[in-house]
């Protein structure tokens, strides 16, 4: 058999249907793929970002100056991310709060710790937006093939049904090309598969330690509001 | 702020077009190579079993070979009823005919490759008749073709069977038809072979044309006669 079976044929050759979960199947793998490398970009962005402000924080900087710098960035319009906007939320809550005079020292650490939960919320969004995209291009693709394979093999059965011989040759094309698609469907599952895993479980250590840094910044609060309503009830 | 959404969009959609790219093209050049190799691959002969006239081999009859069952009843015996009366070609299911594409045809249907390769039995019935040179070719050549694929219908050749074995069966009929003896003139080597092509002699059992002939053309031709049988489907 001199025929020529490439893969171009194969595809070209397909019935309707099974020519349809293909393009689902490379849509879903481009757009898993373009998931996958935007979000290793931005967890390691993150990362480096959380190092370096995190170095700048405990190097003993007067904290007023740091979110004074921070604003300098915001006025270029930077919107800030990561466990940075943790920090400017929960201190322009605190200052806003401790202009205040009769506010007490819990109602102030409360404002500002609840301030710092919202930006924790909205980072947690932020990194995490479409990863239940890539876990459900995981979890059906391996599937979509398999419907594309088994309509394939349904179709090219039953035109064995019509031919008096049936010879592997009548067969072997349609099969071959129905299989294309479990294939397909394979290699858009298990990149997506992995890379879920992995950034599920890089984005839990991350906010894992934007929690830490919230409750040891709190911390620091605490101290300064107690300070604070010290001197204001002595100046009385 | 816009560089850095260029960054994040442009940067993994230009990584995952490159990545499906070569995938796709790797695949491409790879299927075409590999379809080189398919092309390459022996091109498959149609079976020969051919019929070989035993007058010019008569002076020696089964004293020349070794025979493991040889079964020699030269006298005829009266009708006996036939087992299995189905001599024609359509009454099994065909492994040889199925398997032999013929080279360089480039698209095949079952049935065409039946008719096909029925044509090219008969085309080597003639010229196997013109060489010996007997008398009415006609009659003479329908009888051979049938014998021929009544026998070739009802041969399963046996796993151990290669390229190049050749068996010689000697086989005698009656004037109705019957096969009254089958014995191996020259032995393939492989028991097994020898044994598949008995068998399939044995299954056909009886061959109802022979019986339209008239004595002397029976006498001259099919009262002893050897069938070869070569394996020259066989791909490995």
Do not use: C
Request: hydrophobic fraction near 45%; charged fraction near 20%.
């Amino acid at each position: 058999m001199t025929q020529e079976l490439g893969l171009i044929e194969l595809i070209v050759g397909a019935s309707a249907l099974v020519q349809v979960v293909m393009l689902i199947l490379v849509l879903a793998s481009l757009s898993s793929w373009f998931l996958i490398i935007q979000r290793v970009m931005l967890m390691r962005r993150a990362d480096d970002e959380l190092l370096v402000f995190e170095e700048q924080f405990w190097s003993g900087i007067d904290l007023a100056q740091l979110y004074r710098e921070g604003n300098q960035a915001v006025t270029e319009g930077q919107l800030p991310t990561g466990v940075e906007s943790l920090f400017r939320a929960g201190f322009k809550e605190f200052s806003r709060l401790s202009q205040q005079s009769d506010m007490d020292a819990d109602a102030i650490l409360e404002g500002s710790r609840r301030a710092m939960r919202v930006a924790l919320m909205r980072e947690t969004d932020r990194i995490e937006q479409h990863l239940p995209f890539l876990a459900s291009v995981g979890s059906t693709s391996p599937y979509i093939g398999l419907l594309g394979t088994v309509w394939g093999i349904m179709h090219s059965f039953r035109g064995l049904a019509n031919a008096t011989q049936a010879t592997l040759a009548t067969v072997a094309p349609g099969i071959s090309e129905a299989l294309i698609a479990t294939a397909m469907g394979l290699f858009a599952a298990i990149p997506a598969v992995l890379a879920y895993n992995r950034l599920a479980a890089r984005s839990d250590v991350l906010l894992n330690r934007y929690e830490t840094f919230l409750d040891e910044f709190s911390g620091i609060l605490q101290r300064q509001t107690y300070a604070l309503k010290a001197n204001q009830s002595q100046r009385r | 702020m816009s560089a850095d959404r260029l960054l994040f969009a442009g940067l993994p959609a230009a990584l995952t077009l490159l990545l499906h790219g070569g995938l796709i093209l790797i695949l491409v050049v790879r299927g075409s190579g590999a379809n080189e190799v398919v092309a390459a691959a022996p091109a498959i002969q149609p079976i020969q079993a051919t019929l070989v006239q035993a007058e010019t081999l008569k002076p020696r009859p089964k004293t020349t070979a070794p025979t493991p069952k040889p079964k020699p009843k030269p006298e005829p015996k009266p009708n006996q009823p036939a087992p299995a009366p189905t001599p024609a070609i359509e009454s099994e299911p065909e492994p040889t005919e199925v398997t032999q594409p013929a080279p360089a045809a480039p698209e095949w249907d079952a049935e065409q490759l039946a008719a096909l390769t029925r044509e090219e039995l008969e085309t080597l019935v003639d010229a196997d008749i013109m060489t010996t040179g007997a008398g009415e070719p006609s009659l003479r050549d329908v009888v051979a073709a049938t014998i021929q694929a009544a026998v070739i219908n009802r041969w399963t050749r046996p796993p151990s069977a290669r390229n190049g074995m050749v068996a010689v069966l000697a086989i005698q009929l009656v004037p109705t038809g019957e096969v009254v003896g089958v014995g191996v003139l020259q032995s393939s080597g492989d028991t097994a072979f020898d044994r598949s092509a008995m068998t399939a002699v044995k299954r056909a059992g009886r061959f109802p044309e022979v019986a339209k002939l008239d004595d002397p053309a029976f006498e001259a031709n099919f009262r002893r006669f050897q069938l070869i049988f070569k394996p020259e489907d066989l791909r490995y």
